[in-house]
């Protein structure tokens, strides 16, 4: 089944505690990227990737880091998590063959609550 | 990237066609117009997707005006499932995406 899988779906942490989302999908596509939604703010594009070893900043990628060593992969890291980074955060993926990038498909959704 | 400007939210009852209309005065030669649905915690579904005239797919139809500076989402004959959050984007190519707020649909028995 051709689906973007994010894990953990729901992390509690602390303060400065690092931490990694993992991000895959099994359909080949070469864009990646990464959202955070926050009530009253919609979906808000934190890093996205274009291809392997390819990252550029979205809108919001202050105290984010992320890579992209393979094709499937694209983990979200927080290098020192504070709570105004508590939210959801989806990552995506689509095709970019020349053509819109934008039939994107959504992983469940993480739950990050920092503390 | 074009802006986008669509009513926050709006109110159908079931049965009834809804429409949608998003704003984009801005848009570039090269951009698509492209619609996402999205239920509470989940992330958002691809809904349709065009470049002029009219789309139409299973699930809605998609309208734009040959200036190409509006666009209006068509849902026929809603349902309460149908009751989420409608996303008009613009754009294309390998670039930043912006989604916006959207347009919240509530679906009245």
């Known amino acids: 089944e051709a689906q973007v899988t994010q894990n953990p779906r729901y992390l509690i942490t602390v303060t400065g505690k690092k931490l990694t989302v993992t991000c895959s999908q099994n359909m080949n596509h070469e864009y990646m990227s990464w959202y955070r939604q926050d009530p009253g703010l919609g979906l808000r594009q934190i890093y996205y990737s274009m291809n392997v070893e390819v990252t550029d900043k979205g809108d919001v990628p202050e105290g984010y880091k992320v890579s992209r060593k393979e094709k499937r992969n694209f983990p979200l890291i927080l290098e020192s998590p504070s709570p105004n980074q508590t939210s959801l955060y989806f990552c995506?993926?689509?095709?970019?063959?020349?053509?819109?990038?934008?039939?994107?498909?959504f992983g469940p959704g993480t739950r990050l609550t920092v503390t | 990237l074009a802006k986008t400007t669509q009513p926050i939210s709006m109110d159908s009852y079931e049965g009834q066609e809804v429409n949608i209309t998003c704003s984009h005065n801005?848009?570039?030669?090269?951009?698509?117009i492209t619609w996402y649905q999205q239920f509470p915690s989940q992330g958002p579904r691809f809904i349709i997707q065009g470049y002029k005239t009219k789309v139409t797919n299973e699930v809605a139809s998609l309208f734009i005006p040959a200036d190409r500076k509006s666009s209006t989402l068509s849902l026929p004959r809603v349902s309460l499932s149908d009751t989420a959050v409608y996303y008009c984007?613009?754009?294309?190519?390998?670039?930043?995406?912006?989604f916006g707020i959207g347009t919240k649909l509530q679906v009245i028995p």
């Open positions: 995506a993926s689509s095709l970019s063959y020349g053509g819109p990038t934008y039939e994107q498909y």
């Open positions: 801005n848009i570039a030669t090269n951009d698509y």
């Open positions: 984007l613009v754009g294309g190519g390998y670039q930043k995406v912006t």
